[in-house]
């Protein structure tokens, strides 16, 4: 059912929607000329952070999880059934809506996500701001409250005339930032004003210096807690995706990840630190194949393998959610306690740390530069339009038959109850 969604090949993993991408190696922004007083008075300079989102209370779950199943970058169907889109949604988000309410309520009721994000938002603001940039800082999340589209309606009515957008994950992946900016490629398209405003979007940053020290720094740290700091293990676990999106569409994401624990780990023996590690992926979801190896049997290996001393570190989090406060520190600890694990510790999201806020704030003044305007006009493709309505109906009736046989085999309802309930 998740299979893989737009193409992303490596000329147009750059430039994603036509907006300008931004690269680390950007110069840095002209600080002098932004504090001219000519210049003062017309530029205003947004910074828009991207995010998930997640259900404030439980209340929220189901209609979260619909709006998370309902984006076609995460479930991608064929063609024939893209009008099931929204049923298929309401279906999955229905029968997975307990569950997740019980690991909602184990960490309080609801996700912390927007807290910490608007923390982050006022933190990168006020860093920008000891650098001399006034800013005003924006936060859109993409299937809960305040929507990319609430966040850019604001934007517009500030009169932004500058804007970086800065998805809040460091590395790049079809799934994440690609479907944030599929939203914004679309609205800018669509407004006037929003299609001259010059843009820079930062695709990912795991790469830059100061989130890699920030991640060594909290490392560090925490190996300080066992009694045998070198004989524990360094075990990153990122969020998944399923393998058809690498494969067939073209995600940069594991490459990304792979890049990254080796730059993070490249730091950490700079210090002296040479542990050994792992990474394995978490939160699989669905009857189809994900990158591997999976958290939860990487676990259950180590622990029959001897090892004793295990430290998570989510590596592709930058903020508390439920990945990390239920799925990482309840289920994963109490399996690889049960496998033969004696000491576990975990990392904490980098949150607002000073190092790496004061990083983010620095990639913005380096994307400032590269900022353009998107000027693509609206089109209409073909799968929005079907003048013939014989055809229309044909494909709704035949793939109305055809999704119904789909859901009633066997298999369907075994992945169902194995993956979705």
């Not at 780990?265 to 210090?271: F, Y």
Request: glycine share 6%; aromatic share 10%.
């Amino acid at each position: 059912m998740l299979a893989g969604p737009l193409s992303v090949s490596s000329s147009s993993r750059r430039n994603l929607v036509g907006l300008t991408s931004y690269s680390a190696e950007t110069s840095a922004y002209d600080v002098t000329a932004l504090e001219s007083p000519s210049h003062v008075a017309e530029e205003k300079v947004g910074v828009l952070l991207l995010n998930l989102g997640g259900p404030e209370t439980l209340n929220d779950v189901q209609p979260f999880l619909f709006n998370l199943f309902a984006d076609p970058d995460i479930i991608r169907l064929p063609r024939l059934f893209r009008f099931l889109q929204r049923p298929l949604a309401k279906l999955i988000s229905v029968l997975r809506a307990p569950k997740s309410k019980e690991g909602y309520a184990a960490i309080g009721g609801g996700s912390p996500l927007r807290k910490i994000t608007d923390d982050q938002a006022l933190a990168i603001k006020m860093a920008l701001e000891a650098k001399g940039i006034s800013s005003n800082v924006y936060v859109g999340m993409r299937y809960w409250y305040p929507f990319t589209e609430e966040a850019v309606q604001q934007i517009k009515k500030d009169r932004i005339t500058r804007l970086v957008v800065l998805p809040l994950y460091p590395q790049f992946s079809i799934s994440t930032t690609g479907s944030s900016i599929r939203v914004l490629e679309q609205i800018f398209r669509e407004d006037a004003y929003l299609s001259r405003l010059p843009v820079s979007i930062i695709n990912s940053w795991y790469q830059r210096q100061g989130y890699i020290k920030s991640m060594a720094d909290l490392i560090e740290k925490e190996l300080q807690s066992f009694s045998e700091p070198k004989e524990v293990m360094i075990f990153f676990s990122a969020h998944g995706v399923p393998v058809s999106y690498v494969v067939d569409a073209g995600d940069p994401y594991r490459d990304q990840m792979e890049e990254c624990i080796f730059l993070i780990m490249q730091e950490l023996k700079a210090r002296g630190i040479s542990n050994e590690h792992i990474l394995a992926y978490q939160s699989r979801v669905g009857p189809v194949q994900w990158l591997k190896p999976y958290t939860d049997e990487v676990l259950v290996e180590l622990g029959q393998r001897g090892v004793r001393s295990l430290l998570a570190v989510p590596v592709s989090f930058v903020s508390e959610h439920i990945e990390t406060l239920e799925e990482i520190d309840m289920e994963y600890k109490e399996l690889a306690l049960e496998s033969g694990v004696k000491n576990w510790a975990r990392v904490p999201a980098l949150g607002v740390t000073p190092s790496f806020i004061t990083d983010l704030a620095d990639a913005v003044i380096d994307a400032l530069p590269s900022a353009t305007a998107m000027c693509a006009p609206a089109s209409t493709s073909e799968e929005d339009v079907d003048h013939d309505p014989v055809r229309y109906f044909i494909k709704i009736f035949f793939g109305s038959i055809l999704a119904f046989i789909l859901f009633l085999s066997p298999k369907m309802v075994m992945a169902f109850r194995n993956h979705v309930i």
